[in-house]
């Protein structure tokens, strides 16, 4: 059996978390795995086509997606191969999208894997879609994998056979961390990319509104262009006032900067998942917003360090305009103003809250969740599945009805 896994690119971010740690344990289980991405600046062994990475919607469409699909051809192997796509309906690549269905219909088994939705708040890429005849393709040898409950049902709900929409959440990653110190000042790793939907502004309150001595990190820098100005404003107001966050600390050595927290910490304001959450299992505290599309595949994770707003006179953190979010910032580092933390029914100042959160070190066990997000059980999983589909006659392609998709999310 041989699994070619395909996206965009292999630069830092969640899904190319989950394709490494696949990768990882494919291989040590026996089953040939290979990549095929647009750009691979990791250590990741990858085969690069320019013409999968991020592309606008091109003039001619067929042709864009014929060309794909002839690279994509090429890299067949002569023995069955399960063809597994990361996002590939996001409208990052509309030519990538089309050569997917071209794929199904020479009967190709197929994985798109959907870690993020364009229906899901995305007006721009779902815009960039609208050429696509066929968007999500239905048939016998094509299987959807969904990270979270909230995503599988949708598709269900929009007309998706149940048996072709398949539960995939990422296993347990394991960073093997040393202990957290018992005493000492707290230090909070934010493992994330600088991207708006981080909600980077609301790591600067929690840094504004911490102890004295508690040291804040933040994971990555964003690598998209659109966002360098916003992420330099944060960076730069953090200098301005002094706040204890490093920026950047993975290009200095991301296990490092691990081992160097107490705690993790999410500000992010919408996820496919939250990778953090298992990042953090039986080795950190981890601290932050919940995220109430996620309530249900999170329920049995530890919750006591998460919140459910951060109100600034009766207002969540991040639906503040950008120049209200500065003033906030600049008043709470002052000592002018505490935002309430809301959590479940209850309310209390920020500063009380997290100073009683950084004081506790020892995360929650979970042996019952590791079991059910274990790599054994992700293995098991991959196996029947890509079985199923090599094994299942090919059939006619048909098409989601991407309005009744739409709908469910508005």
């Not at 991020?54 to 014929?66: F, G, V």
């Not at 269900?156 to 957290?180: K, N, Y």
Request: with cysteine; proline share 9%.
């Amino acid at each position: 059996m041989i699994v070619l896994s395909i996206h965009y690119h292999l630069r830092p971010g969640g899904v190319t978390e989950v394709i490494r740690h696949q990768h990882e344990l494919l291989t040590a289980a026996g089953i040939t795995h290979r990549i095929l991405c647009g750009d691979n600046p990791s250590e990741l062994p990858a085969e690069v086509e320019p013409c999968l990475d991020y592309a606008p919607a091109p003039q001619n469409l067929e042709d864009a997606a014929a060309h794909i699909e002839r690279i994509l051809m090429a890299h067949l192997p002569n023995e069955p191969a399960l063809l597994q796509f990361h996002n590939p309906c996001l409208g990052k690549n509309p030519g990538l999208t089309a050569a997917v269905t071209r794929l199904a219909r020479r009967g190709q088994a197929l994985l798109l894997q959907h870690h993020d939705l364009a229906e899901d708040g995305r007006p721009e890429l779902l815009a960039a879609l609208e050429g696509v005849d066929v968007l999500y393709p239905v048939s016998n040898r094509i299987a959807h994998g969904f990270i979270n409950s909230r995503d599988r049902q949708a598709f269900v709900d929009a007309g998706l056979p149940v048996d072709q929409a398949h539960l995939l959440p990422p296993a347990t990653f394991r960073h093997d961390l040393p202990s957290a110190p018992k005493d000492g000042p707290a230090r909070v790793l934010h493992p994330m990319r600088g991207i708006p939907r981080k909600n980077l502004g609301e790591l600067l309150l929690l840094a504004a509104a911490a102890p004295p001595g508690t040291q804040f990190m933040q994971g990555s820098r964003p690598q998209q262009a659109e966002w360098q100005a916003l992420y330099e404003t944060w960076r730069n107001t953090a200098e301005s006032l002094k706040l204890p966050i490093d920026f950047d600390v993975f290009s200095r050595g991301r296990d490092a900067a691990y081992a160097r927290s107490t705690h993790l910490v999410t500000t992010s304001t919408q996820e496919g998942f939250g990778l953090i959450h298992l990042e953090a299992l039986g080795q950190r505290r981890v601290l932050g917003r919940r995220i109430p599309a996620l309530a249900e595949d999170l329920r049995d994770f530890p919750q006591g360090g998460l919140y459910d707003a951060l109100e600034v006179d009766g207002v969540d953190f991040p639906e503040l305009p950008l120049t209200r979010q500065l003033s906030v910032i600049a008043k709470v580092n002052a000592g002018a103003f505490d935002p309430q933390v809301v959590a479940g029914s209850g309310k209390m100042p920020l500063s009380v809250w997290l100073g009683e959160q950084l004081n506790q070190r020892i995360p929650s066990a979970a042996p019952l969740i590791e079991a059910s997000f274990s790599p054994v059980a992700l293995i098991e999983r991959w196996v029947a599945l890509a079985s199923l589909l090599l094994s299942s006659p090919a059939g006619p392609v048909t098409r989601l009805d991407r309005q009744m998709l739409t709908a469910v999310f508005s």
